[in-house]
């Protein structure tokens, strides 16, 4: 189970810290990525990193904007977001996947999302 908190309202250049908590014992095993969807659009890829968190990969929207980070010990996911713009806005998803993919369909979990709201 992913469980994702964090979410908010944030004016523009303003930053989030979204985390998404995992149950189970395996959350190492898993490659965790973070996805988002906007209002009439389709999920996209934001973020994935590896099993170690020694290797991250970005959409180029958010390419030095945003970082994911991973802490295998407390079963957690981040994604720290900075200088956020209006387009930045929509539900923001964990998810885990035994590789690493920018594929929505090729995770096997989810969470049920947190909304991020950045006004201009």
């Known amino acids: 189970q992913l469980v994702e908190s964090g979410g908010g309202l944030v004016q523009a250049g303003g930053s989030l810290r979204v985390s998404c908590a995992a149950s189970?014992?395996?959350?190492?095993?898993?490659?965790m990525g973070w996805f988002r969807q906007a209002p009439g659009k389709e999920r996209e890829f934001v973020s994935v990193i590896s099993w170690s968190g020694g290797s991250t990969w970005y959409t180029d929207s958010v390419k030095g904007r945003f970082t994911i980070s991973r802490d295998n010990a407390k079963n957690t996911v981040y994604l720290q977001m900075n200088s956020l713009k209006p387009e930045d806005t929509a539900v923001y998803y964990c998810a885990a996947n035994t590789r690493v993919s920018t594929t929505p369909g090729d995770y096997d979990y989810w969470g049920q999302g947190t909304q991020v709201t950045v006004s201009s």
């Open positions: 189970g014992r395996s959350f190492s095993r898993y490659v």
